[in-house]
């Protein structure tokens, strides 16, 4: 294998084939389900899978054993899978996804969701970091193998629509697929953080979520102020009060309840990436000036992020603008809250101990409902054997010039839970380019070029040392054919 070589064929293939398809996705504004409940109409995810189905199809041309289709299963939205023989091992599964958040307010310097600008080495627009370049690092990877002549590992690359409104869809396509997947030897997952561009991240944990809308009624209309206030009582006031029994309004620290014991390789992995991030890991965020993040000390501030319940009031309605404000006490609030679990945490019970804490004894006998939207479970990897930790590490030292860093992520991937509960015995390798200012979801995003190409180069060393650790005597950890599905509901 010409090292040298594979990273000057994926280089100019970023410049000449990648970076005009991920532009003319990027500017599709197909929106996840959640945001877009006409998507079916509006045919936008549809136009963006068939890109991504047609542009694969043109790259892998002459790559022998492949199949191509976009899979779909009654009203859900589609999923594109790409099949390559290769060995015929047990698969590598890459999975990424081609919904996309809502365009939001406040981009800057001419910048838009649906209008990719590139600036530098950061390409802006919605959705090319989040997460639609994925499909095409694995494609440049695969192809760039291909072109040594590198017998290739069995691939199945699976790009979702709905990862965005929580991957609702998605169980429905892997029991369908069950039969076909087998048991996956490696997954890899694209649609993480890095802690920087410095070096390849790995990331070993995400957090789980309940989200859901919390609503407050003390009035059937809105009366005058100088008749309720101070006999009716404020339902915002209440919600207030309610928010009090989940957190702390002095420290912002959840209940109980809703804490797991962190494991001590956790522990470890943030003193680690807070030696290697410092300051840097809360100094690119963009704080008002003079606001201090909510801990001195970097490791508990990742661990906060990663393994500690965070609540974040995300919408309110019940209150007018501020240049509409009338002299009215408002008939209700409400509240759309979504409040982040330890990986390791139950999101259905905790569903349940929200809905319970909430809704008992409320003050004033005031109606209230807390109604959850989203039930998401965390996800945690499971501990990497010696061999594949040696990969990686070579990988990222070719691709980055340094090793690569391990830290736990703050968001979730409900696919990532799905996958762990169904093949506990496959590795996994979860990556991605959303980096230091890269805000994601919000105004801004962008993907950093360069950590793109970077991460496709890794990849390429991650599939070829896995295809040769598949072939050698004394491995264990890739059957020669694909064992039976256990169809036992874990």
Known sequence: MDFSQLQDFIEETWSSEVMPALLAYMRIPCESPAFDPGWADSGHIERAAELMRDWSSRQLDGVPGVSIEILRLGARTPVLLIDIAGDGRAPCLIYGHLDKQPPMDGWTNGR???TPSREGDRLYGRGGADDGYALFSAITAIRALHDQGATLPRCLILIEACEESGSGDLPAYIDHLADRIGVPAVVFALDAGCGNYDQL????????????TLTVRVLEQGIHSGDGSGVVPSSYRIARQLLSRLESEDSGEVMEAFHVPIPDASRTQADVAAE?????????????????PVADKVSELILNRTWRPQLAVLGIDGLPSVANAAAVTQPSTTLKLGLRLPPTLDPVRAAATLKRLFESDPPYGAQVAFTPQLQSGGWLAPTMPAWLEHIVEEASIAAFGARPAAIGGGGGIPFLSMLGERYPQAQFIVTGVLGPQSNAHGPDEFLDVPTAIRITIALAHILRDVQLQAGSHDSHAFPSTVPAQDTTNP
């Open 112 to 114: 838009s969701a649906w």
């Open 201 to 212: 991240w790995l990331t070993t944990s995400l957090r789980g979520q309940v989200a859901g």
């Open 276 to 292: 290697a991030l410092g300051a840097d890991f809360h100094a690119q965020l963009p704080l008002a000036s003079g606001v201090r």
